[in-house]
């Protein structure tokens, strides 16, 4: 059974936005740190942003603060990420993570590609 599924990804111009969403199937929210990370070809996977099990706590990488927001709503298990004034630096797979002490679940990942 698939884990976590992401939606949302696609090809958008420098300047313009996207929101991608990711759903839990097997699990609930409510007790996990949940997160975004971006991969390129050859290169380590990136942080992009965090959200506390609680809701009350966020981090992002320093590269998209003020242009991304992350969003949970454990009501209904899912965790979006709102991503504005995209450039072609930020083209990558997309993945969203839950973790908890016990468990660690990935996407399957969504392709974001910004161009002109």
């Known amino acids: 059974q698939v884990q976590l599924v992401e939606v949302g990804g696609g090809l958008v111009q420098p300047g313009g936005s996207l929101r991608l969403s990711c759903a839990a199937s097997?699990?609930?929210?409510?007790?996990?740190?949940m997160s975004w990370y971006r991969q390129t070809p050859g290169k380590e996977r990136e942080l992009v942003a965090a959200?506390?099990?609680?809701?009350?706590?966020?981090i992002y990488a320093d590269s998209v603060k003020g242009r991304f927001t992350i969003f949970r709503d454990n009501a209904k298990n899912t965790v979006d990420l709102q991503m504005n004034s995209l450039q072609p630096e930020d083209t990558a797979v997309y993945y969203c993570?839950?973790?908890?002490?016990?468990?660690?679940?990935w996407g399957q990942g969504t392709q974001v590609t910004v161009s002109s």
């Open positions: 993570n839950a973790h908890s002490v016990w468990n660690n679940y």
């Open positions: 097997t699990f609930t929210f409510s007790n996990y740190d």
């Open positions: 959200m506390r099990s609680t809701g009350g706590s966020t």
